[in-house]
């Protein structure tokens, strides 16, 4: 059974980071790409972010560049976003993300790219 389970997620003030974490298990995690989206309330789910399977690429939405990194350790099964420079506009519900097949393109930010999701983890960024 796929699983991706999300953590990390909490309150911070602006100006402040967190590191958000992807677990996964139940498929060959070397194999995929894995993104990261949120959802903001209100809103539809954007995607933030996302890193391939074979050389480690990276995408970033342009509203997180330069402030969100991205990386995948392997031995681990885990995916992390990395996320500095927190404003109040990053408030959001945090899902990660398997893509259903490679290789990653100019759509890794559309959801339809995507079989499982995790349940998500909740960041809020105070002002």
């Known amino acids: 059974e796929v699983q991706l389970v999300e953590s990390g997620g909490g309150l911070v003030q602006a100006g402040g980071s967190l590191r958000l974490s992807c677990a996964a298990s139940?498929?060959?995690?070397?194999?995929?790409?894995i993104g990261w989206f949120r959802q903001a309330p209100g809103k539809e789910r954007e995607g933030v972010s996302c890193i391939s399977s074979s050389d480690g690429s990276t995408y970033y939405a342009d509203s997180v560049k330069g402030r969100f990194t991205i990386s995948r350790d392997n031995a681990k099964n885990t995916v992390y976003l990395q996320m500095n420079s927190l404003k109040p506009e990053d408030t959001a519900v945090y899902y990660c993300a398997k893509q259903i097949r490679g290789p990653v393109g100019p759509m890794w930010g559309e959801e339809y790219e995507y079989d499982y999701w995790g349940q998500g983890t909740q960041v809020t960024v105070s002002s």
């Open positions: 139940g498929f060959t995690f070397d194999d995929y790409a």
